[in-house]
């Protein structure tokens, strides 16, 4: 059964979707990524966190940003 791994970085403009892509091809994983941003192309969402078996963040700052908007989830965040 694949693994839903969650790429973020701050705009989901480079970083974020070049994990998304070097893994889009793999089956053992199904991919997506997002921003933390309000102005990212793709931003951060809860129903993201939930679909997520584990969500890599880019900085350190990526996951504060994370647990402390989505407080009430319980993230796997590396």
């Known amino acids: 059964m694949p693994v ?5 970085c701050s705009q989901n403009k480079w970083r974020s979707p070049t994990g998304e892509t070097l893994y889009r091809n ?7 990524s997002a921003g933390t941003s309000a102005s990212a192309k793709q931003r951060i969402s809860e129903p993201d966190l939930i679909w997520a078996d584990l969500v ?4 350190n700052k990526h996951k504060k940003i994370i647990t402390s908007q989505f407080r009430n989830l319980d993230l796997p965040l590396i």
């Open 26 to 32: 793999d089956p053992r994983v199904n991919v997506r």
């Open 56 to 59: 890599l963040v880019m900085e």
């Open 4 to 8: 839903n791994l969650l790429f973020v």
